[in-house]
Structures are given as C-alpha cells and as structure tokens.
C-alpha cells in the first residue's frame, strides 16, 4: 500500500527564551485509502502538524517522508509540484475565497496554477468539481457572500477536489457549520473517498465525526500522540489513556439530561501548561503518579495496532 506522508521523530518549538512545543516527536504514517484523524483540543498541535507536513512550516527536528520522497531541505520549487496531490480545506470556508472573485473564479484559479487549458475547458472542470460536491453549476457565479454556510463549504471541497489530490487535509471542515449541516458534509465526504479514491487528514476536536471518513486515530494532547488506533470501529469504547477517554465524554449526548462534559473526577486538575519532564497530561490526570513527573511514558503496543503512551497502559 502507498504510504502518502511518513513523519519520524516530527518536532516544532517557537519562541526563544520561552519555548512552546508544537509539535513533539510524532512519528506517524498515512496510507493511501486510509484515512487518519487527528483529534484534540485547541492548542494540541494538530493545526502545526498539518502545516509541517504541507510544507507550510519548517520543522525543529525530525523527518517528514511526502510522497515517497524526503521534505529535508526540500525547496519551495521542489516542494510546488507535490502541492498538487496535497490540497487543504480549511475550517473558515470564507476565508478562502476572494470577496472580489465569483466561486467559479477562484476554482479555476487553482487549476490554472498547474494546468494551460483553454477557456471551455476550465469552463468544464470548474461545473464538474461543483456538481461532484452537489451543487448546482450556476453557483459559480456567484460571489462568497451570496452563498449560505453549507454552500460555502462544499464549494471549499470542490475548490480542493478540482486537481484530483491524493491526499486532503480536512482542518476542522465543520465545526464553524449548523449542526444540522455537518452530518451532511461528512457524508459528503465519505462519499467522495468512497467514488474518487481520496485520502484525508482530518483535525477534529471531536470524536463523534471520526468514524464517517477515517480508518485510522491519533490522539494528540500538547504536542505528544497519546494514543493511536488503526481502526475507528467502538472507538469510544476502546480508548483508554485518561485525555481519550475526557474527550470522547466531551461530545454532546443527544439527551440534554445527559452529562456532556467530563465525569467527575476528569478535571480534578484542570491546568493547561507545559511542562518540561514527565507525562504531558499529567496535571489534568486524576491518575497521576510520582512516576507520571518523572519520566515521559513510552508509546506501547495494548493490543494489535492501538499503541498508548501512559504509565497506566
């Protein structure tokens, strides 16, 4: 199977005399037809990681394999071809689109930076990418500010899907969306992998969206994977380290009498700094130990292909 990006050892800091670790020592690998979440709260790396591995950031250390070939040292004119299997939806579908630029506009923008074709022809694309995302043609030529949420997105899809990528990095694609209107665009792109053969990344917060698109999981908590499982089926009933299990407790029940937050006890300790040595989660665990301030848990296997980084495993 084609492994479409490889990262070893993956690490981000900024700043200079105060140090904020991004990203730190994520070794992970997606495969082609195997899509991957990655899941955390606000401030856990998953954006940077996504951003190191497009080529948008330059990493601290560590390697990153895209498309069989190395990224060390990589050129942006080295790296501009490769954009071309590697597309972004972002979660402020708005944000993407020229106010100035019809939506049909700013799709063949993204074609005509990798392929001359003629007028009709890019005429052709742009009215295929949109009816592939289930909109009508006739919207291309409308302006972003004429379109609902739902529309919008589905046009940022459609503007991502037009050069047929191999892989696609889905950040946060509904969390800025109705709820009504989110099952729909995950369905919508539970659709396109299943027709067109994509891959996504996608960064969500939230568990409930994982098992629609991706095969596999990461969880990440400040910078660190705490958990990975190469399979999405009873996700929630197989997490075990302390932070999956608060966060798939922190997806909201369909029965408001329901608690839709941690149990009690989860945020005994709720504090969100770094810290140097140790378990990263450590200051929020209920679980915590002497051992947990002392030494960082190693990743080990608990059964095939679920790998958990904590003391308790």
């Known amino acids: 199977m084609e492994t479409l990006v490889r990262t070893e050892g993956l690490t981000k800091h900024y700043g200079i005399k105060h140090i904020v670790r991004a990203v730190e020592d994520v070794s992970l690998h997606i495969e082609r037809g195997r899509s991957l979440a990655l899941i955390g709260e606000s401030g856990s790396g998953k954006t940077t990681f996504a951003r190191l591995i497009s080529g948008l950031e330059k990493p601290t250390g560590g390697s990153i394999e895209l498309f069989g070939k190395s990224m060390d040292g990589m050129s942006e004119k080295e790296l501009r071809p490769m954009r071309r299997d590697l597309q972004i939806v972002f979660q402020s579908s708005g944000g993407v689109f020229d106010p100035g630029y019809t939506i049909?506009?700013?799709?063949?923008?993204?074609?005509?930076?990798?392929?001359?074709?003629?007028a009709s022809e890019y005429e052709e694309r742009t009215i295929e990418s949109l009816r592939r995302v289930g909109l009508d043609?006739?919207?291309?030529?409308?302006?972003?500010?004429?379109?609902?949420?739902?529309?919008?997105?589905?046009?940022?899809?459609?503007?991502?899907?037009?050069?047929?990528?191999?892989?696609?990095?889905?950040?946060?694609?509904?969390?800025?969306?109705?709820?009504?209107?989110?099952?729909?665009?995950?369905?919508?792109?539970?659709?396109?992998?299943?027709?067109?053969?994509?891959?996504?990344?996608?960064?969500?917060?939230?568990?409930?969206?994982?098992?629609?698109?991706?095969?596999?999981?990461?969880?990440?908590?400040?910078?660190?994977?705490?958990?990975?499982?190469?399979?999405?089926?009873?996700?929630?009933?197989?997490?075990?380290?302390?932070?999956?299990r608060?966060?798939?407790?922190?997806?909201?029940?369909?029965?408001?009498?329901?608690?839709?937050i941690a149990e009690a006890g989860d945020t005994a300790a709720d504090d969100m700094r770094q810290v140097e040595t140790g378990c990263p989660f450590r200051l929020?665990?209920?679980?915590?130990?002497?051992?947990?301030?002392?030494?960082?848990?190693?990743?080990?296997?608990?059964e095939p292909g679920h790998m958990v980084a904590c003391h308790r495993a």
């Open 246 to 260: 608060l966060l798939y407790r922190s997806i909201p029940a369909a029965d408001p009498r329901q608690r839709t």
């Open 104 to 118: 049909g506009e700013s799709i063949r923008e993204v074609l005509a930076n990798y392929e001359k074709l003629s």
């Open 284 to 302: 929020r665990c209920p679980h915590a130990r002497d051992i947990c301030a002392r030494e960082k848990p190693a990743s080990v296997m608990t």
């Open 137 to 244: 043609p006739s919207l291309r030529l409308r302006y972003v500010s004429q379109l609902s949420g739902g529309q919008c997105q589905r046009a940022n899809i459609a503007r991502a899907l037009v050069l047929a990528p191999k892989l696609v990095i889905c950040d946060e694609p509904v969390s800025s969306l109705d709820y009504s209107i989110r099952k729909q665009i995950l369905e919508l792109l539970r659709e396109i992998q299943d027709r067109y053969g994509v891959t996504y990344l996608l960064i969500t917060h939230d568990l409930s969206n994982v098992p629609y698109v991706c095969q596999a999981v990461a969880i990440m908590y400040q910078g660190h994977v705490v958990e990975y499982l190469d399979s999405t089926e009873r996700i929630g009933e197989r997490v075990t380290h302390p932070y999956s």
